[in-house]
């Protein structure tokens, strides 16, 4: 399985798209190809080396940041198919949850439904062999997580401290986006913005000093990018939103049930400056 990364708006909020190839077969998807002025150069290339068999889009949800260029991918790459949640443009197939298909014939793909930023938000373990890599959308971000614009804080802290938490420990997560616009939601244009991993650890760093935090403190402060670079293990020891059943957690939020913790540590973030 290889992964490439494929940055867009780039300068002013980098989000990524994701190209998965399987090596058997050369089978490709491509994963939130948002911004198809700066994804299909990199897709033409390879389609036209032979280097890929390009033969879906998957998306994480119906987002425009993430969704938005599907129809244009497949105006320029006839006979792909579109998978995702139920409201992304232009969807030909959504899974159920749970539901797997394969990417070539190494890559298994399983559905796992994570309600809450939307509710078509479906995050994507993609498996071969030892190899595990999870794509969370706007649902989980290194050291931090989605805001819950479709829902609840009760789904987000199932989407992560169940479904996600639940996968092994050695899975690489792979994020959406690394700078934070968060008008970008709301506008089709990119907003300027700074870079999310610092702004979710130095949140985090204000409600906890746990040596996890200060190594991805540190890593955050010496790397441009961290998708792919952590795990679910990781993310365990220093994702605040990870750890809503900590008695440090309930102690910083004056909150004991761990759907109350969550609401309230979203609440600190959204008013963190």
């Known amino acids: 399985m290889h992964i490439q990364s494929i940055p867009m708006w780039v300068g002013s909020s980098n989000n990524y798209a994701y190209l998965v190839v399987d ?6 998807v491509i994963i939130d190809p948002a911004n198809p002025e700066e994804v299909a150069p990199v897709l033409k290339s390879q389609v036209d080396s032979g280097k890929i068999n390009l033969t879906k889009i998957i998306n994480t949800h119906h987002h425009w940041d993430h969704a938005g260029g599907n129809k244009e991918i497949l105006k320029q790459f006839s006979g792909l198919k579109v998978v995702g949640g139920k409201d992304c443009d232009s969807v030909s197939t959504t899974p159920k949850d ?31 062999g030892n190899d595990k890599a999870v794509f969370t959308g706007d649902t989980l971000f290194i050291g931090g997580c989605g805001r819950f614009f479709e829902g609840t804080p009760a789904e987000m802290h199932t989407a992560l401290n169940k479904t996600l938490a639940a996968l092994p420990d050695d899975t690489k997560v792979f994020v ?29 760093a204000s409600v906890s000093q746990t040596e996890p935090i200060k190594k991805l403190e540190s890593f955050a402060e010496n790397n441009k990018e961290t998708q792919g670079k952590f795990t679910i ?6 994702n605040v939103f990870m750890q809503v059943e900590e008695p440090a957690m309930q102690k910083v939020t004056g909150k004991t049930d761990p759907v109350d913790v969550m609401a309230k540590l979203r609440l600190m973030k959204n008013n963190f400056k």
């Open 176 to 204: 959406s986006w690394i700078t934070q616009a968060s008008a970008r939601h709301f506008t089709n244009e990119p907003q300027p913005g700074h870079e999310y991993t610092k702004a979710n650890v130095k949140f985090a």
């Open 98 to 128: 749970g539901e797997t298909f394969k990417i070539g014939n190494s890559i298994s793909v399983k559905a796992l439904y994570t309600p809450c930023h939307t509710q078509d938000s479906i995050c994507w373990l993609l498996e071969d």
């Open 23 to 28: 090596d058997k077969t050369n089978d490709a």
């Open 233 to 238: 293990g990781q993310e365990k020891l220093h």
